[in-house]
């Protein structure tokens, strides 16, 4: 199993078509090609209806390895789902949310933007921060110098223009 060969388990779970009702998107450090030993492929959904997200999830992969579902407690009350195909873990993540309002993608959307405008040292200085075992983003909160919670700092950046987000980039004292 290699990090590269992601995009294989996704076609063979089916997964992307399955859920396709929700507006499935993979997000997370395998796209980015941050990930490292033990990462999960993740992706979120919009879960309008919760149930028959979490109906249509059971009914596709309740027999998969290490299959579990459950609903966080949380005000939106999102639909988890975790299991193992080909050899890869998954994580499902329903939210009543559209895709694009959820912090996980906007998460996604922000640091893929932050490296798309780097020129290799931003990813390199994120990587060894995640090879040392810290989360992305506490990684790029680290390499950016963003003080306090990593998750809102994030959320922040996504409202920045693609040239705030350069010079920031081009400020990094970690890169």
């Known amino acids: 199993m290699t990090v ?3 995009a294989s388990a996704v076609t063979s779970s089916a ?3 399955r859920l ?5 998107r993979v997000v997370g450090t395998l796209p980015l090609d941050l990930a490292i030993a ?14 028959a997200f979490a109906e249509t999830v059971w009914a596709h992969y309740r027999s998969a390895v290490d299959f579990a579902l459950y609903r966080w407690t949380s005000e939106t009350r999102p639909v988890i789902a975790r299991f193992v195909w080909d050899g890869w873990p998954f994580e499902l993540f329903g939210d009543q949310r559209p895709v694009d309002r959820q912090p996980g993608w906007i ?5 893929r933007r932050l490296l798309a405008l ?3 040292r931003l990813r390199r200085a994120i990587s060894k921060l995640r090879a040392g075992g810290l989360k992305t983003e506490p990684a790029f909160a680290a390499v950016l110098g963003i003080s306090g919670d990593p998750y809102r700092g994030l959320l922040a950046l996504a409202a920045e223009t693609d040239a705030a987000l350069r010079a920031r980039v081009a ?5």
């Open 4 to 6: 590269g060969h992601y």
């Open 15 to 17: 997964v992307m078509e």
């Open 20 to 24: 396709e009702p929700f507006d499935p």
């Open 38 to 51: 033990g990462s999960d492929i993740d992706v979120v959904c919009h879960a309008f209806d919760a149930d």
């Open 107 to 111: 998460h996604f959307d922000v640091e």
């Open 118 to 120: 780097d020129d290799g």
């Open 171 to 175: 400020a990094c004292d970690l890169c």
